[in-house]
Each structure stands twice: as structure tokens, then as C-alpha cells.
């Protein structure tokens, strides 16, 4: 950060940048407790997570506040008001990605499908978008574009395991018409994952902003096939 006349602005920029991390450590929590939940078939643990989402609504309301505060009062110009806006960014990204992690322990209890081998494979994906998650905010923490450029890149890495889970899937449906339902709850859970893993690269697209200055603007080489296999379905 820049060097500042007030010492309330520097309080002020460095309350906010901890806000995001403290929310960033209830986003991978909220991650955790989810996949955590689907290892154990525990539905306990499921419930937690959603209760616990109201907890990143609050959070991201009071960096919403504090934004608009430092905004209005402090004017902030070039790498301050990177970060005011990244902040405002990152907080809307964690806070979409807790509503997938309750949205995946809803379907969990719904599902109640203990012991189901095609979990395992969801439960493998899960890990991969949390994984990303932490680094990008431990991109975020450390200012480092590189860590969050390698986040970046493994989207499309992402993208080919959820492609892969689909088609699996897919085919368990085809097998067994008796499968259907847990099997759709299961795509359903698996495209929530897909999309933390987007949101994960969308925090990493923020961090190198904060550092570099510019946007982004090479395009994500996205792998998720998945569209193409719902109007082909495996015979």
C-alpha cells in the first residue's frame, strides 16, 4: 500500500484486507465441511454448513459498508483503490462460493447416499476447487500474481475432471434407470464444485489486478465438455 498522510486511512485499508482473509477462512471451512460431510455420509455435518452461511452474508455486508466508507470519505486513487475494489470483488466471489458449499450439503442430506462409490470421485473434486480456493487467497494475502496466475491455469485442469465425473455419471444413469434420481443430485452437487473452481479463478483474476494494475484480459482456455454431452447422451 502507499504511504499515507492519514493514519485512520491506512487502519481503514488494512481492517479491510483482513476482513477478506477472515472471510476467506470461513469460505474453506464452509468447503471443508461440506466434503467432509460427503466422506462420512454425515448429515450432522452437512446441517452445520448450513447454518453457518448467514455468518458469510454478514461478512460480506460489513465489507460492502466498509468499502463504501473508504470510497466516499478517502477517495482512494491507484494501488488503494485497487484494493478497495478487489475487496468488494473477492467478498462477492467467497460469499457465492459459501452458497455452493450449503447448496452441496443440501443436496447431501437429500441425497442421503451412504456409502455410494461415485461419491468418492465427487468428494476428488471437491478437494481440487477447495485447494484452489486457499491458494488464491493466499495469493490474495501475500500479493503474489504469480501463486494466483497458477490458480489461473488449473481452471481448465478443473474443468476436464468435472467433464470426466459427468460422463461417469451419465453412463451409472444409463445403466440403471433405479439410479437416476441420486445420480442427478450428484450432477447437481458436482456443477456447484465446477463453480467454486470458476469463482476460485475469478478471486485469482482480482489478485493479479491488485498486483499488476490491468485486467486480465487473456482468455480462460476452458475443458468443461459437459454441454455438448447433455444433447448426446452415451448410449
Excluded at 72 to 94: C, G, T, Y
Excluded at 164 to 178: H, I, P
Excluded at 213 to 227: C, F, N, S
Aim: aromatic residues 4%.
Amino acid at each position: 500500500m502507499t504511504d499515507h498522510i492519514s493514519k485512520s486511512f491506512e487502519e481503514d485499508l488494512l481492517r479491510l484486507k483482513d476482513l477478506v482473509i477472515v472471510m476467506g477462512g470461513l469460505t474453506i471451512r464452509q468447503l471443508d465441511g461440506a466434503l467432509q460431510a460427503a466422506e462420512g455420509s454425515d448429515t450432522s455435518i452437512a446441517t452445520r454448513v448450513i447454518e453457518r452461511e448467514p455468518e458469510a452474508d454478514r461478512l460480506e455486508h460489513e465489507i460492502d459498508g466498509l468499502v463504501i466508507r473508504i470510497l466516499a470519505l478517502r477517495q482512494p486513487m491507484a494501488v488503494d483503490l485497487r484494493h478497495a475494489l478487489s475487496a468488494l470483488r473477492i467478498a462477492n466471489e467467497l460469499e457465492r462460493i459459501c452458497d455452493h458449499a450449503k447448496d452441496f450439503a443440501q443436496r447431501l442430506i437429500a441425497l442421503a447416499a451412504g456409502g455410494n462409490a461415485r461419491l468418492r470421485s465427487l468428494i476428488n473434486l471437491g478437494r481440487f476447487a477447495t485447494v484452489m480456493v486457499k491458494d488464491a487467497m493466499r495469493a490474495y494475502q501475500e500479493a503474489d500474481d504469480r501463486q494466483a496466475e497458477d490458480v489461473w491455469h488449473r481452471d481448465r485442469v478443473l474443468d476436464e475432471m468435472y467433464t470426466g465425473l459427468f460422463r461417469e455419471l451419465l453412463t451409472y444413469m444409463a445403466e440403471d434407470a433405479r439410479r437416476i434420481s441420486a445420480s442427478v443430485q450428484m450432477l447437481f452437487m458436482a456443477r456447484d464444485i465446477e463453480r467454486v473452481g470458476d469463482r476460485a479463478t475469478n478471486i485469482a483474476e482480482m489478485v493479479r489486478y491488485l498486483v499488476g494494475g490491468l485486467p486480465v484480459e487473456e482468455a480462460r482456455q476452458k475443458a468443461d465438455a459437459t454441454k455438448s454431452m447433455i444433447l448426446s447422451p452415451p448410449l
